[in-house]
């Protein structure tokens, strides 16, 4: 079944403790973002890649990394969680970076106290 | 950044009804436009999409309309059933960027 997988579907944390939320994706897709959505702002854009060893920042890349060393995989980290990062996170993938549709996970719910 | 927008954040319609969600967007240059679905607990799944080329799209009890004249983009649903029931997105990409999402309209369905 073509999906992406996220993990883990909620975690909660304290403030500074690193952590990484995982995506991984089975269609050979080229491009994959990570969005966060807060309510009343949508679904905002953090990070996203082209193709392997290829990322670029989205709207809200501040307090968080990622990386693509492999097609399928495409890791968010943040190196020192605060409040202000609890959220709904989303991994996406699309076939290309062109107006293709994008594919979603099924959300990782992050809580930082 | 880019501004997209929905007119109403919720929408009640009664089951077999027609229901239309509107989307307001600001890039001209935007020339890829989707709608997506999202259920609680789900992530957005894909509904319709629409090239700028088109003015019109139809799929299984859904029809996309583009004015690209007014940038503005609406999504029609046939016949409305409770599954129907979700918070509906519109989101729009200029080709080599990003998307940009609106913040969604919650769509009740009432029996």
């Known amino acids: 079944e073509a999906q992406v997988t996220q993990n883990p579907r909620y975690l909660i944390t304290v403030t500074g403790k690193k952590l990484t939320v995982t995506c991984s994706q089975n269609?050979?897709?080229?491009?994959m973002s990570w969005y966060r959505q807060d309510p009343g702002l949508g679904l905002r854009q953090i990070y996203y890649?082209?193709?392997?060893?290829?990322?670029d920042k989205g709207d809200v890349p501040e307090g968080y990394k990622v990386s693509r060393k492999e097609k399928r995989n495409f890791p968010l980290i943040l190196e020192s969680p605060s409040p202000n990062q609890t959220s709904l996170y989303f991994c996406?993938?699309?076939?290309?970076?062109?107006?293709?549709?994008?594919?979603f996970g099924q959300g990782t719910r992050l809580t930082v106290v | 950044g880019e501004s997209v927008g929905l007119h109403l954040p919720t929408l009640s319609v009664q089951e077999g009804d027609n229901s239309i969600i509107n989307c307001a967007y600001s890039?001209?240059?935007?020339?890829?436009f989707i709608w997506y679905k999202q259920e609680s607990g789900k992530g957005p799944q894909f509904i319709i999409d629409?090239?700028?080329?088109?003015d019109k799209r139809q799929g299984q009890r859904v029809t996309v309309l583009l004015n690209k004249t007014v940038k503005h983009l609406s999504l029609q649903i046939a016949a409305t059933q409770p599954g129907d029931s979700a918070v509906y997105f519109c989101?729009?990409?200029?080709?080599?960027?990003?998307?940009?999402f609106g913040t969604g309209t919650s769509l009740t369905v009432i029996p």
């Open positions: 996406a993938s699309s076939l290309s970076g062109e107006n293709t549709e994008a594919f």
């Open positions: 269609m050979n897709h080229e491009y």
């Open positions: 629409i090239r700028s080329n088109m």
């Open positions: 890649s082209m193709n392997v060893e290829v990322t």
């Open positions: 890039n001209s240059a935007s020339d890829y």
């Open positions: 989101a729009e990409k200029e080709w080599g960027n990003q998307f940009y």
